[in-house]
């Protein structure tokens, strides 16, 4: 199964229809556009070539911004035979086919490149039988993968390669390949200079993808250049990439997350709607925001859970796309809310504290007494009804005789809690006055 892979990366076949985008691949890494941090001056790839020799490697990146092409290239700056092989179409059989073919040719004097395409979807099993091979040295792995090294690679296989990251190409790098389309085809795309924007915005990013909507482009036969209405018809905008169960469904709730924290509505909103835009379920970022209105505004704004609450149950009663509007509403009233967190610090240094004291007993006057007997050893005695006071305070000691007083909750001066703060602070005053700590 593994040359199935391999065959169709590398059939040169004369009369074979062959994509536009694998007519352009580059064919020295002078041409590899995008990654300059890795190829210009002493980055990791120049410095590799220059030397001739490769280490094992882990490229990750979005689809489409050369991981296969640079493989291919590094190949050339050494004399080890390149394999190829996608984890979709290869198993185990197949894996020790590759493994028995490159422990011979190492016998005969030459290593092996072998690159693994979405080495990610490989198993645990099936990526720990890598080990013994990288680790002598029979092949040099790279490996190609979208999504996080950390969370879908053995700590064991990523500890014996170098992780480098490849960065989804912009405008300016996508710009030059449709100028090296143009050239091959010695014609200029058909498109108005807003449709060719437009066609860039589109890519989002892939230069494969850039390639091939450009060949569709190509393809019309129709005088007079194309405009953005034209081109939408003719060509679909790439699907933003998103994963909600991986690193792009996280990355993104913590974009979230951070710009309501931050205080910036309009960020919010664009993360919020980059997560609709790529199937987000409406109620996993309901459930978030709620979060957000206990843990990072607190009491400085109490309403703010409640309005939360409300625009769940409000998108659960009109569902899509109205219900979106309503969570719009209740993410605009966070993002601009007071921040606090103080609520948040209160709870967990109380929660510690109460784990660390153990099974200390309340003071016996806050005790009901319900029997003679409790009443007899001084459950109750000398409580004091706090609305009965004089300031309806009545400053006693609600914490374990055995435990000094201690102060969880700091309010700031923010929103609500200025108010909060003016009583527990009136409070405190009171409690001096009695005596009482503070």
């Not at 050494?78 to 979709?88: G, K, P, Q």
């Not at 059989?93 to 979405?118: C, I, M, N, Q, Y």
């Not at 240094?349 to 319900?370: F, Q």
């Not at 200025?418 to 005053?429: A, G, H, L, P, T």
């Amino acid at each position: 199964m593994s040359n199935l892979f391999e065959a169709a990366i590398e059939d040169k076949s004369e009369g074979a229809p062959r994509p536009l985008a694998d007519l352009l691949r580059p064919q020295q890494l002078d041409d590899v556009v995008g990654q300059d941090h890795l190829l210009k001056d002493d980055g990791p790839l120049a410095r590799m070539a220059g030397q001739g020799k490769i280490s094992s490697l882990i490229f990750w990146g979005p689809p489409g911004c050369g991981k296969t092409t640079l493989a291919r290239l590094l190949a050339q700056h050494t004399d080890l035979h390149f394999e190829a092989i996608s984890a979709v179409f290869t198993g185990v059989a197949d894996l020790r086919k590759v493994f028995d073919s490159a422990t011979h040719r190492r016998k005969l004097g030459r290593g092996t490149l072998l690159f693994v395409d979405e080495i990610h979807r490989f198993n645990k099993s099936q990526q720990d039988s890598f080990l013994p091979y990288v680790e002598n040295g029979t092949v040099t792995l790279v490996g190609a993968t979208t999504e996080n090294p950390s969370f879908e690679l053995n700590a064991a296989l990523l500890s014996r390669c170098q992780v480098l990251i490849l960065n989804r190409l912009d405008e300016a790098a996508l710009e030059i390949l449709l100028q090296r389309a143009e050239k091959s085809l010695n014609r200029p795309l058909p498109l108005t200079p807003e449709a060719r924007q437009s066609l860039l915005t589109m890519a989002d990013g892939d230069g494969r993808y850039i390639l091939n909507l450009a060949e569709q482009v190509f393809q019309v036969q129709k005088r007079g250049a194309l405009d953005v209405a034209a081109l939408t018809k003719l060509v679909q905008k790439r699907a933003p990439l998103y994963d909600k169960a991986q690193e792009g469904h996280y990355n993104l709730i913590s974009a979230l997350h951070k710009s309501v924290r931050g205080s910036d509505a309009d960020a919010a909103l664009y993360w919020f709607c980059r997560m609709l835009d790529g199937g987000e379920d409406p109620r996993y970022i309901a459930r978030r925001m709620v979060r957000m209105a206990v843990e990072d505004i607190g009491l400085a704004d109490p309403q703010a859970m409640t309005i939360c609450l409300g625009a769940w149950d409000i998108y659960e009663r009109l569902g899509s796309p109205e219900g979106e509007l309503a969570l719009s509403e209740a993410l605009i009233y966070l993002a601009t809310a007071p921040k606090s967190n103080s609520s948040y610090v209160a709870y967990n240094t109380a929660k510690a504290m109460a784990k660390s004291t153990g099974s200390l007993m309340p003071p016996k006057h806050i005790l009901n007494a319900p029997t003679k007997l409790m009443k007899e050893i001084g459950y109750g005695k000398g409580y004091e009804y706090d609305p009965d006071t004089e300031h309806g305070f009545s400053g006693q000691n609600y914490f374990p005789d055995d435990m000094q007083r201690q102060r969880f909750y700091t309010p700031v001066e923010r929103g609500f809690e200025r108010e909060i703060k003016k009583r527990i602070d009136y409070w405190d005053k009171l409690r001096k006055e009695k005596g009482q700590p503070s």
